[in-house]
C-alpha cells in the first residue's frame, strides 16, 4: 500500500518571506494550499490553491487546514493584537490537526527581549508548545535584504546602536532553511534554529558594504535614545511602534543580535549569504 504524500500549507504568500517559501515549494512540484486575508492577492503558482485563512478567524483557519500534515506560520504584520491573532491561529490549527507547525520567529526571542516585538514571538512559541502541535521554531535574525531600508534621504544610517553587532540574514536563506524543515520535519522537530548571516556587522560596516556596493555614500550616524525618539515623532506613530523603532537599534546595541550560528548551512547545505551577496543580488534583479 502506497501512504499519501504529506500535504503543506504556506501563510503569507503575499509577502516577500512567504512568497520565497512558496514559489521554491512550487517549483519542487509540491501542491500547497496557500491561506490569505485576501485570496485574490495570493501567487498563481503550479498547485497553489488560495483560500481565505485571516489569522484572527479562527473558523476560516480550521476549514482550511483541516488535516494539513505541515504549515508554515509566518508571524503576522506587526499591530498591537498581532499576538492574540496568532493564538487564535495556533487554536485553530491544533483544532484541525495539524501534524507539524513551522513557526517564523525572532532571534532571541524572550519575555524581556529589548527588542519590543520579539517578546511577542517568545508568547507566540509559548503557546505554540502548550498547544500539542508539533513544531519547529526558526529564530530569524534582521534581514540583510532590510538593510538599505534604514537609510534616510540623506545617506545616513541613524540610530542608538553604538558599536553593537547583528548577525543579518539573507530572505533566500531563511526560505531555504524553513522548505528543508517543511519537506523532512521529523528530525526537526521541538528544535529551535537561529538563522543568521555568516558574519555580525556594526552599522558602520553596513554602511560601508551598502557604499561599496550601490556606489552611493552611505554613513552611520549615532544617536541617543532620546535622539532616536525625538528624530521619529514626526511620523506621529503610535507609542509601541515608536518602541519597536528605537528597540531594532539598541537591541543592536547591547549585543542581542550578534551571535553567528551554522543553522543556515546545517539547514540548507550552503553557506549563509553574506550582505554584500544579498545586495549585488538585489540589484541584479533590480
Same mark, same amino acid.
Given at each position: 500500500?502506497?501512504?499519501?504524500?504529506?500535504?503543506?500549507?504556506?501563510?503569507?504568500?503575499?509577502?516577500?518571506?512567504?512568497?520565497?517559501?512558496?514559489?521554491?515549494?512550487?517549483?519542487?512540484?509540491?501542491?500547497?494550499?496557500?491561506?490569505?486575508?485576501?485570496?485574490?492577492? +495570493?501567487?498563481?503558482? @503550479? =498547485?497553489?490553491?488560495?483560500?481565505? $485563512? /485571516?489569522?484572527?478567524?479562527?473558523?476560516?483557519?480550521? *476549514? #482550511?487546514?483541516?488535516?494539513?500534515?505541515?504549515?508554515?506560520?509566518?508571524?503576522?504584520?506587526?499591530?498591537?493584537?498581532?499576538?492574540?491573532?496568532?493564538?487564535?491561529?495556533?487554536?485553530?490549527?491544533?483544532?484541525?490537526?495539524?501534524?507539524?507547525?513551522?513557526?517564523?520567529?525572532?532571534?532571541?526571542?524572550?519575555?524581556?527581549?529589548?527588542?519590543?516585538?520579539?517578546?511577542?514571538?517568545?508568547?507566540?512559541?509559548?503557546?505554540?508548545?502548550?498547544?500539542?502541535?508539533?513544531?519547529?521554531?526558526?529564530?530569524?535574525?534582521?534581514? +540583510?535584504?532590510?538593510? @538599505? =531600508?534604514?537609510?534616510?534621504?540623506? $545617506? /545616513?544610517?541613524?540610530?542608538?546602536?553604538?558599536?553593537? *553587532? #547583528?548577525?543579518?540574514?539573507?530572505?533566500?536563506?531563511?526560505?531555504?532553511?524553513?522548505?528543508?524543515?517543511?519537506?523532512?520535519?521529523?528530525?526537526?522537530?521541538?528544535?529551535?534554529?537561529?538563522?543568521?548571516?555568516?558574519?555580525?556587522?556594526?552599522?558602520?560596516?553596513?554602511?560601508?558594504?551598502?557604499?561599496?556596493?550601490?556606489?552611493?555614500?552611505?554613513?552611520?550616524?549615532?544617536?541617543?535614545?532620546?535622539?532616536?525618539?525625538?528624530?521619529?515623532?514626526?511620523?506621529?506613530?503610535?507609542?509601541?511602534?515608536?518602541?519597536?523603532?528605537?528597540?531594532?537599534?539598541?537591541?543592536?546595541?547591547?549585543?542581542?543580535? /550578534?551571535?553567528?550560528?551554522?543553522?543556515?548551512?546545517?539547514?540548507?547545505?550552503?553557506?549563509?549569504?553574506?550582505?554584500?551577496?544579498?545586495?549585488?543580488?538585489?540589484?541584479?534583479?533590480?
Amino acid at each position: 500500500m502506497v501512504s499519501a504524500e504529506p500535504t503543506y500549507a504556506v501563510t503569507g504568500a503575499t509577502g516577500r518571506l512567504g512568497g520565497r517559501i512558496a514559489r521554491r515549494l512550487a517549483a519542487a512540484g509540491i501542491p500547497q494550499t496557500l491561506l490569505c486575508r485576501t485570496p485574490a492577492r +495570493a501567487p498563481e503558482l @503550479p =498547485g497553489a490553491t488560495a483560500v481565505p $485563512g /485571516a489569522y484572527g478567524n479562527h473558523d476560516a483557519v480550521v *476549514r #482550511a487546514l483541516r488535516g494539513t500534515d505541515r504549515v508554515l506560520m509566518v508571524s503576522a504584520s506587526e499591530s498591537p493584537d498581532r499576538l492574540d491573532q496568532h493564538r487564535t491561529f495556533v487554536d485553530a490549527a491544533a483544532e484541525a490537526g495539524v501534524a507539524h507547525l513551522v513557526y517564523i520567529s525572532f532571534y532571541g526571542a524572550a519575555p524581556d527581549a529589548t527588542f519590543t516585538l520579539a517578546r511577542d514571538h517568545w508568547h507566540t512559541e509559548q503557546h505554540i508548545r502548550s498547544s500539542g502541535v508539533p513544531f519547529t521554531f526558526l529564530r530569524d535574525n534582521l534581514y +540583510a535584504d532590510f538593510m @538599505p =531600508g534604514l537609510v534616510g534621504e540623506d $545617506g /545616513a544610517i541613524r540610530g542608538p546602536a553604538g558599536d553593537g *553587532r #547583528a548577525a543579518v540574514v539573507a530572505q533566500d536563506d531563511i526560505a531555504d532553511a524553513a522548505v528543508a524543515v517543511l519537506r523532512e520535519p521529523g528530525p526537526h522537530a521541538g528544535r529551535t534554529y537561529d538563522l543568521t548571516g555568516p558574519e555580525a556587522l556594526t552599522l558602520t560596516e553596513i554602511a560601508a558594504t551598502l557604499t561599496e556596493v550601490t556606489g552611493r555614500p552611505v554613513s552611520y550616524v549615532r544617536e541617543t535614545v532620546e535622539d532616536a525618539y525625538a528624530s521619529r515623532a514626526g511620523y506621529r506613530a503610535p507609542d509601541w511602534l515608536l518602541d519597536a523603532w528605537v528597540s531594532t537599534y539598541t537591541a543592536i546595541a547591547d549585543g542581542s543580535l /550578534a551571535e553567528v550560528s551554522t543553522a543556515i548551512e546545517d539547514l540548507t547545505g550552503h553557506p549563509a549569504t553574506t550582505l554584500a551577496q544579498v545586495l549585488r543580488g538585489a540589484g541584479a534583479a533590480g
